[in-house]
């Protein structure tokens, strides 16, 4: 499978790309440098380049969106307005999104808004809400969305995890293992049209 990654070099984008080349699919890692990645190809653009996406996806089978939004002050509209136009625009390459555990679902509210909920990343889980929405009216266009458990950070391969649907099925998950997630369900496309979530 040919697989484009962007955001190839970050925390969750760069366990993507070595998961899936060590499965043996044809990587090419997007980032905004365009820095090299061992074993894969390289190429340079931003989420909010909609020829070069069109271009990507025209010559992957996946292209795979692993960008979060600013967390530098930066405007969320352009990372929502650059997700909408994704949505919007029909290519043969199926569209999977890592996402946000802000957005998911617990005792019918959103965990954004459930107490105790860090301030720092409300911000960034309002814009994976919006994002979420764009998906879900979108026509025509193959996409999935995986959110990760609320604590996602670098650790142990166990190559195990649990599934859920909207709502977080367990307080953590590696990166290693949120990234066998990611690439079970490219191999084996159970998830269509939807979001789901995973955790340790």
Same mark, same amino acid.
Do not use: C
């Given at each position: 499978?040919?697989?484009?990654?962007?955001? @190839? =070099?970050?925390?969750? $984008?760069?366990?993507?790309?070595?998961?899936? +080349?060590?499965?043996? &699919?044809? *990587?090419?890692?997007? !980032?905004?440098?365009?820095?090299?990645?061992?074993?894969?190809?390289? @190429? =340079?653009?931003?989420? $909010?380049?909609?020829?070069?996406?069109?271009? +990507?996806?025209?010559? &992957?089978? *996946?292209?795979?969106? !692993?960008?979060?939004?600013?967390?530098?002050?930066?405007?969320?509209?352009?990372?929502?307005?650059?997700?909408?136009?994704?949505?919007?625009?029909?290519?043969?390459?199926?569209?999977?999104?890592?996402?946000?555990?802000?957005?998911?679902?617990?005792?019918?509210?959103?965990?954004?808004?459930?107490?105790?909920?860090?301030?720092?990343?409300?911000?960034?889980?309002?814009?994976?809400?919006?994002?979420?929405?764009?998906?879900?009216?979108?026509?025509?266009?193959?996409?999935?969305?995986?959110?990760?458990?609320?604590?996602?950070?670098?650790?142990?391969?166990?190559?195990?995890?649990?599934?859920?649907?909207?709502?977080p099925v367990g307080d953590a998950?590696?990166?290693?293992?949120?990234?066998?997630?990611?690439?079970?369900?490219?191999?084996?496309?159970?998830?269509?049209?939807?979001?789901?979530?995973?955790?340790?």
């Amino acid at each position: 499978m040919k697989i484009a990654v962007y955001g @190839a =070099t970050g925390m969750v $984008g760069s366990q993507i790309v070595a998961e899936a +080349l060590g499965r043996g &699919h044809e *990587v090419t890692a997007v !980032s905004r440098t365009g820095r090299p990645v061992e074993g894969a190809s390289s @190429a =340079t653009a931003t989420l $909010g380049d909609l020829a070069a996406y069109r271009s +990507l996806a025209a010559a &992957h089978d *996946v292209v795979v969106l !692993s960008v979060p939004p600013s967390r530098d002050g930066g405007d969320p509209q352009d990372f929502i307005g650059a997700h909408e136009a994704i949505s919007e625009t029909l290519v043969p390459a199926r569209v999977f999104i890592v996402g946000g555990a802000g957005s998911t679902v617990v005792d019918g509210g959103l965990l954004v808004d459930q107490p105790g909920f860090p301030p720092e990343y409300e911000a960034e889980s309002r814009a994976m809400i919006a994002v979420m929405e764009n998906y879900n009216s979108a026509s025509g266009l193959d996409w999935t969305m995986l959110a990760p458990a609320p604590i996602i950070a670098p650790g142990e391969r166990t190559g195990t995890y649990e599934l859920g649907a909207d709502s977080p099925v367990g307080d953590a998950i590696s990166t290693q293992d949120f990234a066998v997630a990611v690439l079970d369900e490219l191999e084996e496309p159970k998830h269509r049209h939807r979001r789901f979530t995973v955790a340790n």
